[in-house]
T-cell receptor, first 115, second 112 residues
Framework: AQSVTQPDIHITVSEGASLELRCNYS??????LFWYVQSPGQGLQLLLK??????LVQGIKGFEAEFKRSQSSFNLRKPSVHWSDAAEYFC?????????????FGAGTRLFVKA | DAGVIQSPRHEVTEMGQEVTLRCKPI?????LFWYRQTMMRGLELLIY????????DSGMPEDRFSAKMPNASFSTLKIQPSEPRDSAVYFC??????????FGSGTRLTVV
């Protein structure tokens, strides 16, 4: 069974600073990997996904993530954070199972942005 | 497309009452998922459907919970009888194949 760990419960960065959110996964084969963002009172929105190919994937809102098989990681990055990026970020790993496809979400990392 | 539509947005009910949450997925999507989100447990997958057929309901907490998908454009999650520990935000999400989910805005359920 797959699992995903987000080591940081919350992170605070200054506006304009760079950001990296960590994600580690466990799965026997090549997983499908996702990052989602959740603003208060809203559902989750897909930022980016990795299935195969180029290990550096670009997403919406200026985010990118890099898949590193050797480290079982899929960290999310942004070169310059804006105040509107304050939200909760979820890493997720998906895999096929009997009859379908299942995605497991990490516990989330809450991002605070200070002026 | 209006996205995944959930109703109601908020529900307050008394313990022991039946609660029905509704979801309209995005047209053309073949997967539908029900998740529950709480501070203590985070996002939990309750059940998911593929082409209207329930595939995995191992996350449904107990027999008080049931879900149906009578057609490709509608699903319900029912709790009967409801208990205070069922208080949470319930999300419905849909996707085509496994290419990333679109979530609804959720139903905040409070059982008093």
């Amino acid at each position: 069974a797959q699992s995903v760990t987000q080591p940081d419960i919350h992170i605070t960065v200054s506006e304009g600073a760079s950001l990296e959110l960590r994600c580690n996964y466990s799965y026997g084969a090549t997983p499908y990997l996702f990052w989602y963002v959740q603003s208060p009172g809203q559902g989750l929105q897909l930022l980016l996904k990795y299935f195969s190919g180029d290990t550096l994937v670009q997403g919406i809102k200026g985010f990118e993530a890099e898949f590193k098989r050797s480290q079982s990681s899929f960290n999310l990055r942004k070169p310059s954070v804006h105040w509107s990026d304050a939200a909760e970020y979820f890493c997720a790993v998906g895999a096929a199972n009997t009859g379908g496809f299942k995605t497991i979400f990490g516990a989330g990392t809450r991002l605070f942005v200070k002026a | 497309d209006a996205g995944v539509i959930q109703s109601p947005r908020h529900e307050v009910t008394e313990m022991g009452q039946e609660v029905t949450l509704r979801c309209k997925p995005i047209s053309g999507h073949d997967y539908l998922f029900w998740y529950r989100q709480t501070m203590m447990r985070g996002l939990e997958l309750l059940i998911y459907f593929n082409n209207n057929v329930p595939i995995d309901d191992s996350g449904m907490p107990e027999d008080r919970f049931s879900a149906k998908m009578p057609n490709a454009s509608f699903s319900t999650l029912k709790i009967q009888p409801s208990e205070p520990r069922d208080s949470a935000v319930y999300f419905c999400a849909s996707s085509w194949q496994a290419l990333g989910y679109t979530f609804g805005s959720g139903t905040r359920l409070t059982v008093v």
